[in-house]
């Protein structure tokens, strides 16, 4: 699929917010009021900032740090989420490609061209936006997105028992423990599939 393709198929989320205009002055150009697209190296900072405020005050631990993430948006920003709001980014995800049946250590840190799986690093809302379904509202338009990706055949991740819900209300299954542990932090590995939705697909535009 194009980049093209793909640009179009985020292209409906933009909404515009028009601020009322006085008499005798000219309209002005306005940032989208909520956008999502695929992230940058430049958005790394943002990104940062918003994931080192929901995991370290929570875990002591980030999934991707500044370094890390500037890694995964220079080899595969396709595979990474936005949503800003009045040109601010508000909540993200960030994925690479993975090529075995779990994941391990080398995950963590690898993207694998190859790969049919995309492996789910992190999602996180910035902390004034949360509350309002904003993580379940990207990750179905992720999920979306990456049905659009035909190389996809599944997406994985691993998190906290006390998120299992949270992911299997997005349609993610429990795999079972995840080999990977971060200190004395351990966590679950959910699988979705994304290839078997093949009406959708053809209802997608993409």
């Known amino acids: 699929m194009s980049v093209a393709s793909l640009q179009q198929f985020l ?7 028009r601020a009322p205009v006085s008499p005798g002055r000219q309209r002005r ?5 909520s ?10 900072v943002s990104v940062f900032e918003i994931e080192r405020e929901a995991f370290i005050s929570v875990s002591g631990e980030c999934p991707l740090y500044l370094d890390e993430v500037r890694h995964f948006l220079t ?8 949503w800003f709001e009045q040109g601010r980014l508000v909540a993200f995800i960030i ?17 694998k061209p190859h790969g049919t799986t995309v492996h789910i690093h992190v999602l996180a809302v910035h902390r004034t936006f ?3 379904g904003k993580g379940s509202i990207l990750m179905w338009r992720y999920l ?3 049905r659009c990706l035909p190389f996809v055949r599944r997406a994985v991740l691993m998190c906290e028992d006390f ?3 949270f992911y299997e209300k997005s349609g993610f299954k429990v795999q079972g423990p995840c080999e990977i542990t971060v200190g004395p932090l351990t966590f679950i590995e959910m699988q979705y599939p994304v290839r078997g939705h093949a009406f959708m697909r053809r209802n997608s535009g993409c």
Request: glycine share 4%; with cysteine.
């Open 11 to 17: 292209k409906p989320v933009h909404v515009h917010m």
């Open 130 to 132: 949360r509350q309002q």
């Open 95 to 111: 994925g690479s490609l993975w090529d075995q049946d779990k994941l391990n250590t080398d995950a963590l840190t690898l993207h």
């Open 144 to 146: 979306q997105y990456l």
């Open 29 to 33: 150009h306005t940032l989208p009021a």
């Open 163 to 165: 998120l299992v819900p």
């Open 75 to 82: 080899l595969c920003p396709e595979l990474s989420l936005g």
């Open 35 to 44: 956008e999502f697209r695929c992230l940058s190296p430049e958005d790394a």
